[in-house]
């Protein structure tokens, strides 16, 4: 008896394997090898770009892929792939406009043959794919290419006033963020309003709007910001909280209170802080990636976010992505390091460094950084143009000789590594399964950190391949393919003139300098530098200025000329708001 028992149990127990089995498709990595495979087996590829934290994603996970007619269809026809996105940076860089999940069907030879974002109901899909199978004919170029060389200066001014109607064209003035169905804010958006509010002041009114409305996808129950809300306004909220979209809004938190003196807008980066302190911290290093939209994967929690803390615990926590990606965690580190400065905790200096810290000892691989721990095929232009960023960043936070080391070598290698030769810089450097290419978003952020780099470390070759990536953003042929990119404006602005430089002169004690690197580090404006000089420091060109004092002092200057000296930190602070932030 017992061993019928044993065999009849064997038997259910087979059964639900095989069923278990079958409940998705086979699926396969997308890996450097997948399209020879498919040539092989005369087969076509789909690619499955998900993420963790994506509701739509859990949903054609369960309603769509699980169904049997698509996972016979897929297994028989086609090689099936599924990637995180969050992970795989070369595939997210060149698909990231397509959303989560985004659905991607190659021919063997690579050719695209459709590019789907969002959900795609089982029945749709399937007809999708039986006309491909049966007509595979490949999609046009993704990535357009256009010669830099071309560019002249007229074209350029030609091209930002075309920007500059894209950026005006994009505003909602009455309730803020984008006229269009998604309300969040986009920092680069941000970034430029901000810096020009002087000269057009609705900017100065769509900034306060957009600040106080965001309050609609700020989590009053936990801290932290939600990615976006649809609808057009911002009361239909998706849940997800990604950790990158912290730190872009505690910068802008920190930017917009140290500018108007709004309290909450602090509040509000503090609270992201808690957040991410509760959720996110690996106790191990770093931060995690992302906590879900869901409580129960695919099932939208709408109810579940309108409950308080106490209510929300006793029903259980979204799932935690717990990957610690080198990108999010550099531009978080970034934000930590503003905050320190803004608010004045030295807690958050703390935590920047030794999030950095943890990263060069984590992530570093020769003299680059890889993204994960887990995806090292190919090192990515995102996260070492954010580690830079940040390094550049701590050492002005900290004057640790080290951080400027390290920024120092990585300019370096990202400069020779990833300069295409063709106007832009590749979005990715190793192995992957396609080619890789340009991503705009990232080619602006190295513009403008290569510019900066020029001056930063007085090597001015770098501020070249910043140039020919603005000329080659700006050529009709890739303007014709943009929305709106208010970046590419302030990239231009920048190259055309060096930024200002504060200067403190250490003469006797160091009593100045806490103050002064919170007031210079919480300046809001990224194109701005300060340094601190002592006898053995002060550079050339600055020592008959540097004797001319007994006194500690502090100046504004640029390669050609210094402010009269201020000799406290309010004087200076006032002036400096008022002499650089009217550029």
Known sequence: MKKANASLYLF???????????????????????????????????????????????????????????????????????????????????????????????????????KEPGYIPADELLEKLQALKKKPVPLSKGRVEADYKTTTESSIKNSLNELKKMFNNSLDRETGGFNFGQKYIEFDTFEYAFTHFKTDTSLKKWLKITVDNSTGIYDNAWGGVYQYSTNNDWNHVHFEKLLFIQARYIKMYCWYYKLFGDVEALKKAEGIVKYVNRFLKSPTGGYYNAQDADLIPGEKAQDYFELNDVERIKKGIPAIDKSVYTSDNAQYAEALTILWATSGNDVYLKDATTTVDFIKTKRKQNNTYMHGENYSATTSLKDNSAMLKTLMLLYRATQNELYHKEAKQLIKEIASNFNSGKGYFYTYIGNSAIKSTYNVSENIDIARLLNYASHFFYEPEYKKPGQEIINFLTTETVLNTLSTEPGILSAAEELSYEPINAALMLKKDESLTPDYLRETIAFPRFYFNSVIYNKETVIEDKKDLFDSFEDNFMVLCTSSYCSSPLFNIKDFTEFMYKRVLEK
């Not at 450097?32 to 087996?41: D, R, T």
């Not at 769509?64 to 007619?69: C, G, M, N, Q, V």
């Not at 698509?70 to 599924?82: E, T």
């Not at 969050?86 to 030879?109: C, H, K, M």
Request: contains cysteine; hydrophobic residues 40%.
């Open 12 to 114: 259910f127990l087979l059964i639900s394997i095989n069923i278990k089995a079958l409940d998705h498709p086979k699926w396969s990595r997308f890996d450097s090898e997948i399209f020879a495979k498919a040539k092989k087996e005369n087969k076509l590829v789909l690619l499955h770009l998900r993420a963790n934290w994506c509701h739509w994603c859990h949903v054609m996970e369960e309603k769509t892929y699980a169904l049997p007619k698509i996972i016979s269809y897929l297994n028989k026809n086609y090689i099936a792939c599924m990637e995180d996105h969050d992970e795989r940076q070369d595939l997210t860089s060149l698909y990231s406009d397509y959303g989560w999940p985004a659905t991607i069907v190659f021919d063997g030879n690579g050719n695209e043959l459709m």
